[in-house]
């Protein structure tokens, strides 16, 4: 469960107006299915907080085939991706979304054509991490995510270039066993203890080389490992970008 601990001032403004006039939230999912059912949960969990009673978020989705992406991914093939994901985004835009979210980490790779792809606003989800981070006043932050996420400029330049923040990724042998754990195991719904054991150990590792904080990289990752195991502060982006949704579509 999600807690939306910044909602506070959004919950008395939609109580004293006594109507609801929330955007419709744009999500752009499937990758993967379980992942974006945490998002579809945060979202309507954080929706029901501010406004009370029966409400629940206002919602265009279209949740794409990921087996397909996954092979194109490690084809590196992100022009085919990009494709493909900027068709569904004029889809959710066709909905009726006012914004944008991508409901997951490393199609991010390909935000800059999906933005040009639509006329809505895209919420980044490394924007909203690291608005996050320096909120709290963490400037060296290790990541964990999949190989492309760790690896690529797409998402560690925008946080070490846009806002200032040291990014420390793992070792490489540690990155191919995240990676393998992702795509392999997290994906598929498969919770194993060994692999939560070695994520905190690599936590642990990233910590000792001064990393302040760790952002859970990857939508999956909060499903194998949480905070209260470990001493290690952790950024869920998936917590994080959807509490930043529901403070979008409840402001004016």
């Known amino acids: 469960m999600v807690r939306f601990a910044t909602l506070g001032f959004l919950s008395s403004a939609a109580a004293a107006k006594g109507q609801n006039q929330m955007k419709t939230i744009g999500m752009l999912g499937g990758m993967s299915w379980e992942s974006t059912s945490t998002y579809y949960r945060a979202v309507n969990e954080g929706i029901k907080e501010a406004l009370g009673g029966l409400h629940s978020a206002k919602i265009s989705m279209v949740s794409v085939d990921f087996d397909e992406l996954e092979r194109l991914q490690h084809a590196d093939d992100w022009n ?5 994901l900027s068709t569904a985004a004029r889809n959710v835009q066709a909905g009726g979304a006012d914004f944008l979210m991508i409901c997951t980490n490393t199609m991010h790779r390909v935000a800059p054509q999906i933005e040009a792809a639509v006329t809505i606003p895209l919420l980044h989800i490394a924007d909203a991490t690291a608005q996050q981070l320096l909120k709290d006043g963490i400037r060296r932050v290790g990541l964990l995510g999949t190989r492309f996420t760790m690896e690529q400029d797409f998402y ?21 066993l995240v990676h393998e754990v992702i795509y392999q195991e997290l994906c598929l719904s498969k919770i194993e203890a060994s692999s939560r054991s ?29 905070q209260n195991l470990t001493s290690v502060p952790l950024y869920d982006t998936t917590a994080i970008h959807a509490e930043q949704a529901v403070v979008r579509a409840l402001s004016k």
């Open 80 to 84: 085919s991706i990009a494709v493909i």
């Open 198 to 226: 070695s994520y905190l150990q690599i936590i642990e590792k990233l910590s000792a080389r001064g990393a302040e904080a760790v952002i859970l990289g990857c939508t999956e990752i909060a499903l194998l490992v949480q």
């Open 156 to 176: 560690k330049a925008r946080l070490e270039e846009e806002f200032h923040i040291e990014v420390l990724i793992p070792e490489l042998e540690d990155r191919d």
